[in-house]
């Protein structure tokens, strides 16, 4: 009786749990319903891709590795320590500060790329899948052009606790090898009909794998270039690859921002400021002094002092910086604040009796980024809007103009000085043609401030000392500091890649008969004092995210010496000959 008892509760148990389980399935089943896909398609993930671009890249940005390149610097050496350890080219141990690179290749990207490639390739959306390879190579390189040796090969491997750091050759070879793949896929005329296209998700070229295909040209030119000071670099292919790139502002790579509530507006904005002082905040960073003297003409023109000819003066000046209340310096009032310096007048109000000494100084202060050329205001307020630092502004990720600088980089190499002349005119009318620009996607906000830049302000310019008008006077100099305006206030990685392939302070004599012997980026000075941990050396790299790496791949982190206090000062592979 026991015994048959014991069976029928068995068998009542194996039905129950039989039934139980069958219904767990239906009811957890969450792709039956259809507003809940477990496999979304790749349109729809797509979008969210491009929208978590500016994340790394701004936060990172803001006030680590536009510090290091000297675009912004720190306004206040007061209590609340917006001179920080980055002003001196150092870091914050034990902290995820600096880590968002890190972050955005492996977490925010990373995996979802992959699902739109798998997914894209059952589904024969070969625009998807290109558009997808051509973003994974992109963080890929932003990655190790930030931190040296990452995690490339064993990258996404799933049930792994630990992973393998590669040297960065084998990452600059992948990088090529998924572009070219991009390439390949965004070129294939075998789409399937009846699936989505890449119209549906992509906000920054339309749908248009040619320039997907232009923008993929322009990371390859990146990877192929950063090797200037190897035997093996190869000048032409730079060139060709640069030829088939961007050759306009319509093909600028450019994130738009919706502005409708804080979570989608521009991280370098007024409103992320009001909200927090805390990173991407650009509250508490200033212009420096270096690009006030690449844009007032003293940099250009080797003039030592102020006051400087007015026609000297890059008409960019007044859209790129902000101008302080006090306008007498000589230079129509553009100041800005050195390395680890601070604005000594950065906490005065201005709410000073007039003629006072504290009023005149107050009147000094560098403003902030986002504030127009008339505000002296020591917070921001929403009115605030400045070239890339409004709400509404776009991020820029690649441009035409920054192409065209690293294809006259390389003809000067090679020395076709001609080639380098055209080139580097074509990169400076391309900034003036990105500042003037009338409209963007999305409805952003234009760039210029009260007008765009007339053509004969430009001509003025063109024909000034500032820029060279033959082969024969065109320098290294010339080129990456017309370059580094270009890419000021959005460009801070490939600034960084760039000063390091100089070793920041290198002289220009690379190419033969040059005869100038400044540095090549002229008048920029290292932070003194260095960051306590560098030993008396600048930066040459980023530490992997502390909370993924350090906390968790130690091991490998040993290995490649990233444990010791000065590892962030280890040169790259990239920039050695």
Avoid at 378 to 397: N, R
Wanted: net charge positive.
């Amino acid at each position: 009786m026991n015994m048959k008892k014991n069976n029928l509760i068995t068998i009542i148990t194996l039905l129950f749990v039989l039934f139980t389980v069958n219904s767990c399935k239906k009811y957890l089943d969450i792709n039956s319903d259809p507003d809940t896909p477990q496999n979304p398609d790749p349109s729809s993930v797509f979008p969210a891709m491009l929208s978590a671009i500016p994340r790394g890249l701004q936060y990172d940005g803001s006030i680590h590795a536009s510090k290091f390149v000297q675009n912004f610097c720190g306004l206040n050496t007061g209590s609340t320590l917006s001179v920080s350890n980055f002003d001196r080219m150092g870091y914050n141990a034990a902290s995820d500060a600096n880590g968002d690179i890190w972050r955005q290749c492996y977490f925010g990207l990373g995996k979802n790329l992959d699902y739109i490639i798998s997914s894209g390739t059952q589904k024969k959306q070969w625009d998807y899948v290109g558009a997808a390879q051509v973003l994974k190579a992109m963080m890929f390189q932003y990655a190790t052009d930030y931190s040296g040796e990452i995690i490339f090969k064993e990258a996404f491997i799933e049930n792994k606790a630990f992973f393998k750091f590669d040297e960065q050759e084998v990452v600059y070879a992948g990088i090529d090898s998924i572009l070219r793949l991009g390439i390949a896929n965004l070129s294939r005329s075998d789409n399937d009909a009846t699936t989505l296209r890449l119209t549906k998700g992509d906000f920054v070229f339309n749908g248009s794998n040619a320039k997907w295909v232009k923008f993929a040209w322009g990371l390859l030119a990146r990877n192929a270039h950063r090797i200037t000071n190897k035997a093996n670099y190869n000048a032409d292919s730079v060139i060709a690859f640069c030829n088939r790139s961007m050759v306009d502002i319509n093909d600028d790579f450019l994130i738009p921002f919706d502005a409708t509530k804080l979570e989608d507006m521009n991280f370098f904005g007024p409103s992320r400021a009001i909200a927090t002082a805390n990173p991407p905040s650009l509250r508490n960073v200033g212009q420096s002094d270096f690009i006030v003297k690449l844009l007032d003409g003293t940099t250009f023109t080797r003039v030592a002092a102020l006051p400087i000819n007015a026609a000297n003066r890059d008409p960019r000046m007044k859209h790129l910086l902000t101008v302080s209340a006090d306008t007498t310096n000589g230079n129509g009032g553009y100041r800005g604040v050195g390395p680890a310096l601070g604005d000594p007048n950065y906490s005065l109000s201005g709410i000073y009796a007039v003629g006072t000494t504290s009023w005149i100084n107050a009147r000094k202060r560098i403003p902030l980024l986002y504030q127009d050329s008339s505000s002296s205001f020591a917070l921001p307020v929403l009115t605030d809007k400045h070239y890339l630092f409004a709400d509404k502004a776009v991020f820029p990720v690649m441009t035409s103009s920054e192409i065209q600088f690293m294809k006259a980089e390389a003809a000067l190499r090679k020395n076709d000085a001609a080639t380098a002349l055209t080139a580097y005119t074509n990169g400076i009318n391309l900034h003036f043609d990105f500042i003037n620009r009338a409209s963007f996607p999305k409805g952003n906000i234009v760039l210029y401030t009260g007008g765009p830049i007339s053509p004969a302000q430009r001509a003025a310019y063109l024909a000034s000392a500032n820029v060279k008008n033959t082969p024969a006077s065109l320098t290294l100099t010339d080129i990456m500091l017309q370059k580094y305006i270009a890419l000021w206030g959005w460009g801070f990685f490939e600034t960084f890649v760039d000063m390091r392939r100089y070793h920041w302070t290198d002289l220009d004599v690379a190419v033969p008969g040059n005869s100038d012997t400044s540095q090549v980026y002229r008048n920029f000075k290292l932070p003194a004092p260095l960051f306590v941990d560098n030993f008396n050396k600048p930066v040459y790299r980023v530490r992997p995210r502390f909370n993924s790496e350090y906390v968790w791949n130690r091991d490998e982190l040993l290995r490649i010496g990233a444990l010791n206090q000065d590892y962030h000062t280890y040169e790259c592979w990239f920039s050695k000959p």
